[in-house]
Antibody
Framework: EVQLVESGGVVAQPGGSLRISCAAS????????MHWVRQTPGRGLEWVSF????????SYADSVKGRFTVSRDNGRKSVFLQMNNLKDEDTALYYC??????????????WGQGTLVTVSS | FLLTQPHSVSESPGKTVTISCTRT????????VQWYQQRPGSSPTPVLF?????PSGVPDRFSGSVDSTSNSASLTISGLQTEDEADYYC?????????FGGGTRLTVL
């Protein structure tokens, strides 16, 4: 069974930093790209970042570019999102999602339960 | 670009409902469209990918299409069941950017 378990969501101050993690199991982690997607009641679902299986290709939404950094550790079957210079609008439920294999159309095949990040003073 | 969906739709059990997803700029057919179902309190799950393909386990009551004339994609659910009541999101891609529609709340009453 595919499992994606996010952790690390907390209350953080504006301008602060936070690192959230996602532990994967139940599939060959090395074969898949990974994404972070966030959700808020007001703005719905928003794609945040993408990383290929080998970390060679990485993309970010304009709203987080220059502030967030995605990384992965295939040996630990984990993906991370380092979030710096946090803003109020970063408050959201952050989902770790499994993308597609190399050569396939990228979409969000599997989703974790999410970790809640709240930015507030 | 944006993907525009109706805010809500409702239909009776056993009936058929169609949810639209209109791309505001660029050609809808230039990138595949996916659809996700999110039941209350749960994470989204894909119900269609590559416009019309169903992931394993999704019943064939779910179908998809793309119409270049209206520059929109559609999700059609036939034989509605109460368990289909959920939020549905369309999603597509362009230039290293994955975009979601605003979501449509389906009420089965």
């Amino acid at each position: 069974e595919v499992q994606l378990v996010e952790s690390g969501g907390v209350v953080a101050q504006p301008g602060g930093s936070l690192r959230i993690s996602c532990a994967a199991s139940g599939f060959n982690f090395d074969d898949y790209a990974m994404h972070w997607v966030r959700q808020t009641p007001g703005r719905g679902l928003e794609w945040v970042s993408f990383i290929t299986w080998d970390s060679v290709s990485i993309s970010y939404a304009d709203s987080v570019k220059g502030r967030f950094t995605v990384s992965r550790d295939n040996g630990r079957k984990s993906v991370f999102l380092q979030m710096n210079n946090l803003k109020d609008e970063d408050t959201a439920l952050y989902y770790c999602t499994r993308g597609s294999q190399l050569g396939d159309v990228q979409y969000f095949q599997q989703w974790g339960q999410g970790t809640l990040v709240t930015v507030s003073s | 670009f944006l993907l525009t969906q109706p805010h809500s739709v409702s239909e009776s059990p056993g009936k058929t409902v169609t949810i639209s997803c209109t791309r505001t700029s660029g050609n809808i057919a230039s990138n595949y469209v996916q659809w996700y179902q999110q039941r209350p309190g749960s994470s989204p799950t894909p119900v269609l990918f590559e416009d019309r393909r169903r992931p394993s386990g999704v019943p064939d009551r779910f179908s998809g299409s793309v119409d270049s004339t209206s520059n929109s994609a559609s999700l059609t659910i036939s034989g509605l069941q109460t368990e289909d009541e959920a939020d549905y999101y369309c999603q597509s891609f362009d230039s290293d950017n994955w975009v979601f529609g605003g979501g449509t709340r389906l009420t089965v009453l």
